[in-house]
């Protein structure tokens, strides 16, 4: 479903971009990172009537172990300066071992994706700083996460959700290496609203924020 979703949307913007002027650019963006995320508050009914909670949790992004944190983006440049395109990234969120005991969990975690895509406006300064181009963007989307739980009533949930509205905000800079290539360096923060569901019963309600520093490289035709 993830990858069905992100390349419908890469897909499209792509397109899109055929169908206008020859001046028209087209970015390709691959990135990784260091990616984190404060506390927030989760609360719901417990799976099998086991009662409901309300718990202030310290996810954690994990964004080194497998699998990694990452991000991809296609951006229209319709000029120098305005781009319009798609973000996908793969951020994650690990419930601590506190939080699970307390609650009952063995597992309570967002691991194949906390995923979120959105629909983006970017700004860019070309020979602002010389061959560094600075710029920002901000997007509108979905969260869609893998919503892995094991509960000790027996309850095992397993699979994509969509949960509810996300938001991104990004900054940074690139540079170019050749001709089609740059690199770039970025700030990113993410913000989703979720509400989901356990099996048996139970369901989950938390706002996911993130903070990633990332790295990447970017192809332009």
Not at 123 to 149: C, K, N, S
Not at 190 to 204: K, R, V, W
Request: no cysteine; charged share 20%.
């Amino acid at each position: 479903m993830r990858h069905l979703i992100l390349s419908t949307a890469a897909g499209a913007a792509l397109l899109a971009a055929l169908d206008s002027p020859a001046a028209a650019e087209i970015e390709l963006s691959l990135y990784t990172g260091w990616q984190t995320l404060p506390h927030s508050r989760l609360s719901g009914e417990l799976p099998n009537n086991a009662g409901s909670y309300d718990e202030l949790v310290g996810w954690d992004g994990k964004s080194f172990q497998m699998p990694p944190y990452y991000g991809a983006r296609a951006t229209w440049w319709r000029s120098e300066t305005l781009g319009f395109g798609v973000e996908y990234t793969h951020t994650k969120a690990y419930a601590p071992d506190d939080v699970k005991s307390t609650l009952g969990f063995s597992r309570l975690e967002f691991s194949d994706g906390h995923n979120v895509l959105t629909a983006n406006v970017m700004r860019r300064w070309p020979d602002r700083w010389g061959d560094i181009t600075p710029y920002v963007g901000g997007g509108l989307g979905i969260a869609f996460p893998h919503v892995d739980a094991k509960h000790n009533t027996g309850s095992r949930t397993y699979g994509f959700q969509v949960t509810g509205p996300a938001m991104r905000l990004t900054a940074g800079a690139s540079y170019p290496i050749s001709e089609r290539f740059s690199v770039f360096g970025e700030y990113q923060f993410t913000y989703s609203s979720n509400e989901g569901e356990f099996e048996d019963g139970g369901t989950f309600k938390t706002d996911i924020k993130t903070n990633a520093l990332n790295i990447g490289l970017s192809l332009n035709f």
